[in-house]
């Protein structure tokens, strides 16, 4: 402990004592394994050191005692991401010029998409630009675990990676926030949050008015952060296929990738430009490099066994594997959600209304926006513009496999007929009983999807 009071630090930290007392100044360079010359040499305004300062000896001490350097190993290729990149360098720029102000962007996206490889990658490239020290930490979010970090247990990480010791962090855990922010006052750091769970998990960890940026992932859109922090919101897409196509020639090898470019094309559609999926595809053809990559395409082209073949263990583990990480999302989920993503496979048509979706679940029409509410803040279904909502049929997949496991047999054929009376297509029941294969049939003559189709 200091010896200081919470709320004498955060008044010292936000300037609203702006002459501290030697005292006060002593105290709090105790706590933090300062030397206390080096207050004792810097004035009555206490200590003012440049960056160059904090990694050197000034006195008896150095003011930062470690610099951090928490980043990750980056990939050694990203593939396409260019206008991401590019608004986050547009993002580095604006921060150069709002000196002693937070500025904060949100990565969202769906399970698999690459948050996390392309903040640690920007993070890389922008490093330098931060001198005072890169802080990173998994929060958790949706783990398999299901145990989201605390921010307190974040703070404390963090403390530690800035040399303190055990004894000389705060029992608190106000008092640790507190310190944290202190540390953090008049320093340009890169903070990474990475797969946070939600925006009350985030907000401790921002700074309090240090020249800091910070770059958060997650697989909900923290629209909060945006009200509140001002945070910018940037959402990853599937990559486009010119991007998958890169992707898979430098997993695969060029040569490889022109030799055999009709079955590449259908692995990017079958993945759906899934980075996560595409990598997996990617390490089984590593793993059997005899078997041509049409084999490949055999194998994930029935929809019943796309999951399976994406959940391989012999290349898959709980953070690479498909089936895996769309569960974590789907377990964050109410009730209701969850039971509105399973029926909602079954939709023959590539767009789902509200009324659609009211249908399927024989809920009322408020209630069902309330619910792809969820599932579009979950980024389990996308939205457009007008208000629909499509399914990924890699997710598509998937919430068929879940419903075939927690619905009864009942409660899908009345969803079913619900749905076929919505869409006009009750004359194909028989079809819809086939599953995917019927579905797909339905999607060739339903009216509703030959209008779609122009």
Not at 124 to 141: E, I, M, S, T
Not at 404 to 411: E, K
Request: net charge positive.
């Amino acid at each position: 402990m200091s010896g200081l009071g919470v709320r004498t630090i955060s008044d010292i930290e936000r300037g609203r004592i702006a002459r501290p007392h030697r005292r006060s100044v002593d105290l709090l360079c105790n706590a933090l394994g300062l030397g206390v010359g080096a207050a004792a040499s810097d004035g009555p305004g206490g200590p003012t050191a440049t960056p160059a300062d904090r990694n050197g000896h000034s006195g008896s001490a150095p003011l930062l005692p470690v610099v951090p350097r928490q980043l990750p190993t980056a990939i050694r290729h990203l593939a396409g991401r260019t206008d991401e990149l590019r608004i986050l360098d547009g993002l580095l720029g604006r921060f150069y010029g709002a000196a002693g102000t937070v500025l904060t962007v949100a990565i969202s996206g769906t399970a698999g998409v690459g948050k996390t490889t392309l903040a640690v990658h920007w993070a890389h490239r922008a490093a330098k630009h931060f001198p005072d020290g890169q802080l990173y930490v998994n929060l958790r979010g949706f783990d398999p675990s299901g145990a989201p970090m605390a921010p307190s247990d974040a703070i404390r990480g963090f403390l530690e990676a800035f040399g303190m010791s055990a004894e000389r962090i705060p029992a608190s855990p106000d008092a640790q926030a507190a310190l944290y922010r202190s540390l953090l006052a008049g320093r340009r750091m890169l903070i990474t949050l990475d797969n946070a769970r939600d925006d009350a998990q985030v907000r401790p960890l921002l700074p309090g008015s240090a020249p800091c940026l910070v770059v958060v992932t997650s697989r909900r859109q923290l629209a909060g952060l945006a009200a509140t922090e001002a945070a910018h919101l940037l959402t990853l897409d599937m990559l486009t296929r010119a991007e998958a196509h890169e992707m898979l020639s430098h997993r695969l090898g060029r040569q490889l990738v022109d030799d055999e470019t009709g079955a590449v094309g259908e692995l990017i559609s079958l993945c759906t430009g899934l980075p996560l999926a595409l990598a997996i595809v990617a390490a089984r053809h590593a793993a059997r490099p005899s078997h041509p990559l049409q084999a490949l395409v055999e194998e994930l082209r029935p929809v019943q066994g796309r999951m399976k073949v994406l959940d391989a263990t012999d290349v898959a583990d709980a953070v690479t594997s498909t089936r895996a990480v769309f569960s974590w999302s789907y377990q964050s989920l109410s009730h209701q959600a969850a039971r509105m993503f399973r029926l909602l496979a079954a939709h023959p048509e590539p767009e789902i209304t509200a009324a659609a979706a009211a249908s399927v679940a024989g809920v009322g029409p408020e209630r069902a926006r309330q619910l792809l509410t969820e599932l579009v803040l979950a980024n389990l279904l996308a939205e457009h513009a007008d208000g629909s909502c499509t399914f990924n049929d890699l997710l598509r997949a998937y919430a068929a496999e879940q419903a075939g496991g927690s619905d009864s047999h009942g409660g899908q054929s009345a969803a079913m007929r619900r749905m076929l009376d919505h869409t006009g297509t009750r004359p194909f029941g028989a079809a819809m009983m086939r599953g995917p294969q019927g579905l797909a049939e339905i999607r060739r003559v339903s009216p509703c999807h030959r209008s779609a189709r122009g």
